[in-house]
């Protein structure tokens, strides 16, 4: 079992950034890719972005690629999630996830963190 734990949303304005954070515990993180998927209000869940288990390659959905990345820091058993350049649009509850192998895109996780609110003001 892995337990996750998102940090590190809040209010910002529009053209703010927010780091995010996903503390994992539990089981090894070892081999699990990690991903961002975030759920606006009356939307179905939507792909932000995933990391593969080594940092090495990363994967951004079209509506955050050049805004957003994504880092972690297997030392901490931590992942990351950098927003830049915010926009209303990007109002949402951000969850992280792990799986074993990466899959992109896609919302088919293992295991799930309880969600941030992200709310970006115009």
């Known amino acids: 079992q892995v337990q996750l734990v998102e940090s590190g949303g809040g209010l910002v304005q529009a053209g703010g950034s927010l780091r995010l954070s996903c503390a994992a515990s539990g089981r090894t993180f070892i081999g699990y890719a990690m991903g961002w998927i975030r759920q606006a209000p009356g939307k179905e869940r939507e792909f932000v972005g995933a990391?593969?288990?080594?940092?090495?390659?990363?994967y951004y959905a079209d509506s955050v690629k050049g805004r957003f990345t994504i880092s972690r820091d297997n030392a901490k058993n931590t992942v990351y999630l950098q927003m830049n350049s915010l926009k209303p649009e990007d109002t949402a509850v951000y969850f992280c996830a792990a799986r074993i192998g990466m899959k992109v895109p896609g919302t088919e996780y293992e295991y799930w963190g309880q969600g941030t609110q992200v709310t970006v003001s115009s």
């Open positions: 990391i593969n288990w080594g940092g090495s390659s990363t």
